[in-house]
């Protein structure tokens, strides 16, 4: 079993930055594919950034440029870095992770097993 818990979330103007982190129960870098994936209000949730367990990465055209997937795997924790928010950003943002073999390439969130809760984010000015 995979516990993940999200955080940094919050409210941020046009043009700002923020970093949530995941942390998470156990390592699992190299045998889990990992991601992070937005449901804003009114859509379905969409992937935003993913990793497999051999560091290939993935970014939604969305976020290409301006969001960046990483991992401590020493603190067992991910951040997504996201700078030159927009508004459309405004979404709840969730960890996600499966385990090999796994979809990591524009992945939907029914290819993921593990969830974290959520972390709300906030472009607005």
């Known amino acids: 079993q995979v516990h993940l818990a999200e955080s940094g979330g919050g409210s941020v103007q046009p043009g700002g930055s923020l970093r949530l982190s995941c942390a998470v129960s156990?390592?699992?870098?190299?045998?889990?594919?990992t991601a992070w994936f937005r449901r804003a209000p009114g859509k379905e949730r969409e992937s935003v950034a993913t990793m497999s367990p051999f560091n290939s990465s993935y970014y939604a055209d969305s976020v290409k440029g301006r969001f960046t997937f990483s991992q401590d795997n020493a603190k067992n924790t991910w951040f997504l870095q996201m700078d030159s928010l927009k508004p459309e950003d405004t979404a709840m943002y969730y960890c996600?992770?499966?385990?090999?073999?796994?979809?990591?390439?524009?992945?939907?969130?029914?290819?993921?097993?593990?969830w974290g809760q959520g972390t709300q984010v906030t472009v607005s000015s």
């Open positions: 156990k390592d699992i870098h190299s045998t889990h594919c």
């Open positions: 996600a992770a499966d385990s090999l073999p796994c979809r990591w390439y524009d992945p939907r969130d029914a290819d993921f097993h593990y």
